[in-house]
């Protein structure tokens, strides 16, 4: 029987008694329900299952049990096709599609909007501003009612942009920063000669070589020092633009070419040569590969731009003030800063005609930047603006403008605040924002839509987000609802789970031990549910813990640390412990712990860290990191190793795979190599991989599948016709091993694979952790790009557990439980505590106070966010931590903490 022929439970006596929380929405009378008959979409069991509109509807169950797969690969992809369909055919080309789910009906579903974590594609012309619509009306605000120079006509809008023709700084075309392309950073080492690669700028392999060749052609000294080369000869071979066709001697000497060139022999082909420069910005401009990209990027020097100076606006529109800012240096505001300026023009406040800055409209830190710039100007520090801006033809109609303007600003600014978000400012790119900060933007933006009627799809709001600022994020959610809205939430969030009108657990279980609805109702029903591994966490009273905090073995101390909001930061981490790092939302903690931690322990061990988003920015859009300051002032001798797990992608690429990123599928193909067949027919290890021409399918190239293109409608996949999908030769998949192929070895989930090599030590080493840490539902050839990034990071950890602990390394996590249900949180905490228990420091930054109350020492950081943060408020064991009055970490924790 599925869950939609049951009623909803009514939880007998005992289980009333064991404490179930009430819902604290209010009363929901539903105007109908979605009714779901059969949705079989990825691990999902013909479901059926009735879901009522015009509520708050949480979709729970572990990770991997397909409660996104309802919400948004079956109900939400639905409602987008529905629409498309409304959609001319020319126009749905043009639109990215999710495609059909697979299910036999849906009832009763209005239009949907999804609020994903997923970032899209990551652009730094992309901003808070431009995300949220704010820039629009701020740009509006200086066209309408800014102070002009004298003389100086009235701007519109879009010239206050730095995305368009009119208002983009004209020598940088609104990037900001200028670029070039130097001999230093082309030839980084001038002793070597042209043969030993001095033009590094060049490509390597064989396109690099030709152009070597080509030069020995027309006469170029490749064999002397690059540095004793004539001048001429340096700058035309990096700096010209012309391209001349010579004839090719592969492998010929010089000597050799000049005679092959005498006597007119036949030469290996024709070769043109193109300028080290020419290539570096050719290739920059025109190449699909990131790899290259990023690449011939580091041959580019990067420096701000003369003319605007990193404000990315020509000079009239920077020259356009309001409140004594230009545009530029309101941009960079905290959100909060921004609405306290705006605040005094909302309620009829305006400066004096003719003063570029009133101190009625700034706040105390405006009002002492507005002055600062007056005394670097020469300016008395007492004396009013000097009256050289006027707004022309100031009058009733642009006060009230002004007014108007500032008030809709406002309004949107409060929402934005109140989510927690009020440390941001306008002009920070999206790459730099995290999923949570990205998708409380688009629920802000939603917020003033003032749409009704709607779904809204929410993957995990929660996330990244300090139990402090939850409260904000449901009353945003019960404004959408009063707006007429249905919200349907995935997330892991046990208040917010409490608070929903309708609970919709999914499971029992990860991967094909889950995919049923095993309980849709009130929250309270769920008690009666034995089969719900969320109940033992939404109805238990917190358990004591068992683990006396461990004593520290010394003490990793920083000293005078400034890194974004910290401002001469001491701190210390306890060596041989398990560290939680609290605080709200932007008030410091991966600055302190995802960025200057690690950059000041790499630069003592003398290894470079990489950004968590090196390989996701367009490197045209990225700007020079202020390194950190601050230096380790205690407890090296015991770090040897530093080891920083994030939630990057495993691969950019359906190539790479559970199997090949753990290092296990190097063991699995050799135990089918040497089985008796494949050593019959000599196939190697290659001869398994579908990366490897002489195994992959001919057809698919180890893809898998084809692509066919629908021309009006969005391409399908279908499964290769010569491989069917196991992207493997046929003559591959003749070899067995139990009999298994490779191909139905990767098609295992990691529980089934423990079974199958359950004697082969070298493989169950990774498939233990694999298994131990929650990822039992994955297959061993699951696709990097199906994983979500606290998959990714939970992989990342696996792999790192696999290795001999010897006691001596740090590590750092940032949000290890993002994605994760509270079930598998424990079983997380049980390896992160082992990794502890072998004597590694372990420190991560966490919003969940489940962990912040197992963990041996907690630092909280805060006590705000952006300016208002950037302390250390409270540092001592969990004990201690909830005595201190100024953490607003303090009373959440003590709910987790039984005496």
């Not at 990209?293 to 920077?318: D, N």
Request: charged share 20%; hydrophobic share 40%; proline share 7%.
């Amino acid at each position: 029987m599925t869950s939609s022929d049951k009623k909803t439970p009514t939880p007998p006596a005992a289980a009333t008694r064991a404490r179930p929380a009430p819902s604290e929405s209010t009363v929901v009378v539903p105007s109908g329900f979605v009714r779901v008959r059969g949705a079989r979409e990825h691990n999902l069991k013909n479901v059926d299952v009735e879901i009522p509109r015009d509520a708050l509807v949480v979709f729970t169950g572990v990770s991997g049990s397909g409660k996104s797969s309802l919400a948004f690969g079956t109900l939400y992809a639905e409602a987008q096709r529905r629409y498309f369909e409304s959609v001319a055919p020319y126009a749905r080309r043009l639109i990215e599609q999710v495609g059909a789910p697979d299910v036999d009906a849906i009832e009763g579903l209005p239009p949907a909007v999804a609020l994903q974590q997923q970032r899209g594609s990551p652009s730094a012309r992309s901003s808070v501003g431009s995300v949220t619509t704010l820039s629009s009306l701020v740009r509006m605000l200086y066209s309408r009612t800014g102070s002009y120079p004298p003389k100086q006509p009235m701007l519109y809008a879009e010239d206050f942009s730095p995305n368009t023709v009119q208002g983009a700084c004209p020598t940088c075309h609104g990037l900001g920063r200028v670029y070039e392309v130097t001999e230093k950073s082309m030839v980084p080492d001038d002793s070597l000669t042209i043969r030993e690669r001095a033009v590094a700028a060049w490509p390597p392999a064989w396109h690099g070589q030709n152009l070597r060749d080509i030069l020995v052609t027309l006469g170029y000294d490749v064999d002397t020092p690059w540095r004793d080369l004539p001048k001429k000869d340096r700058d035309w071979i990096l700096f010209t633009d012309e391209t001349p066709t010579v004839p090719v001697y592969a492998g010929f000497s010089p000597k050799e070419t000049r005679a092959a060139l005498k006597r007119k022999a036949e030469p290996s082909y024709q070769g043109t040569f193109t300028g080290a420069r020419r290539y570096v910005l050719h290739t920059f401009a025109n190449t699909q590969s990131a790899l290259m990209k990023k690449r011939v990027s580091q041959f580019m020097i990067s420096s701000e731009c003369p003319s605007c100076h990193g404000k990315r606006l020509k000079k009239e529109a920077l020259s356009v003030t309001f409140a004594g800012f230009d545009i530029g240096e309101l941009a960079q505001l905290p959100l909060a800063r921004l609405a306290a300026i705006l605040e005094p023009v909302a309620q009829g406040e305006w400066p004096d005609s003719g003063t570029a800055t009133n101190s009625s409209v700034l706040s105390k830190p405006a009002r002492r930047d507005a002055t600062a710039r007056r005394v670097a100007a020469g300016g008395s520090a007492h004396q009013a603006a000097p009256d050289v801006r006027r707004t022309p033809n100031l009058s009733e109609e642009k006060r009230l403008a002004a007014q108007r303007i500032a008030t809709e600003l406002l309004e949107r600014l409060a929402t934005l605040i109140d989510l927690g978000l009020g440390y941001l400012a306008l002009e920070r790119s999206t790459p730099t924002l995290s999923s949570g900060e990205l998708q409380r933007l688009r629920l802000a933006t939603q917020l003033s839509s003032q749409l009704f009627g709607v779904v809204y799809v929410l993957d995990e709001p929660s996330a990244g987000l300090h139990p402090a600022d939850g409260e904000a994020l449901f009353t945003a959610l019960q404004r959408l609802k009063a707006a007429g809205n249905s919200l349907f939430v995935v997330e892991h969030d046990l208040q917010m789970m409490r608070r929903a009108d309708w609970l919709v657990d999914v499971g029992p279980a990860a991967g094909e031990a889950g995919g049923h609805v095993i309980y849709s109702g009130p929250p309270a029903g769920l008690a009666a549910v034995v089969a719900s591994q969320t109940r033992h966490h939404l109805f238990a009273r917190p358990a004591p813990s068992l683990r006396a905090p461990r004593s520290p073995r010394g003490w990793l101390r920083l000293a005078h640390v400034t890194r974004n909001n910290l401002h001469r930061l001491d701190v210390g981490f306890p060596l041989g412990c398990f560290t939680t790092v609290t605080g709200v939302s932007g008030s410091g903690k991966s600055s302190l712990v995802s960025q200057a931690l690690p950059e000041l322990v790499a630069n003592r061990l003398g290894r470079v860290i990489e950004t968590a988003d090196d390989d996701e920015q367009d490197p045209l859009f990225t700007t020079p990191d202020v390194p950190t300051s601050g230096q380790i002032v205690a407890g090296m001798e015991a770090v040897h190793r530093l080891v920083r797990v994030d939630q990057k992608p495993i691969g950019r690429t359906p190539r790479s795979n559970l199997a090949t990123y753990t290092g296990l599928f190097d063991h699995v193909r050799k135990l089918f190599a040497e089985t008796p067949a494949a050593r019959k027919r000599r196939y190697s290890t290659g001869r398994f991989s579908f990366n490897v021409a002489q195994g992959r399918c001919p057809t698919c190239e180890g893809e898998g599948f084809v692509s066919v293109e629908l021309l009006f409608l969005p391409s399908v996949y279908a499964p290769c016709s010569t491989c069917h999908g196991t992207r493997y030769y046929a003559q591959t998949l003749e070899i067995k091993w139990h009999d298994k192929n490779i191909a139905e070895v990767l098609a295992l989930t990691v529980d089934a694979a423990c079974e199958l090599f359950s004697g082969e030590p070298h493989v169950m080493r990774a498939l233990t952790v694999l298994r131990d840490i929650g990822l039992g539902y994955l297959r061993l050839g699951q696709p990097a790009t199906e994983l979500s990034g606290g998959e990714a990071q939970r992989i990342k950890l696996a792999t790192e557990l696999q290795r001999a602990q010897r006691g001596d390394t740090l590590y750092i996590l940032d949000e290890p439980t993002t994605g994760l249900h509270p079930a598998d949180v424990d079983r997380l905490l049980v390896q992160l505590q082992g990794l502890a228990d072998a004597g590694n420091t372990v420190v991560v930054v966490e919003h969940d106070m489940r962990v912040a109350a197992q963990s041996d020492w907690i630092i909280d950081v805060g006590p705000g966010a952006g300016e208002a943060g950037g302390k250390v408020v409270a540092s001592g064991t969990p004990a201690e931590v909830v005595r201190v009055a100024a953490s607003r970490t303090a009373a959440y924790l003590k709910e987790r903490i039984v005496e």
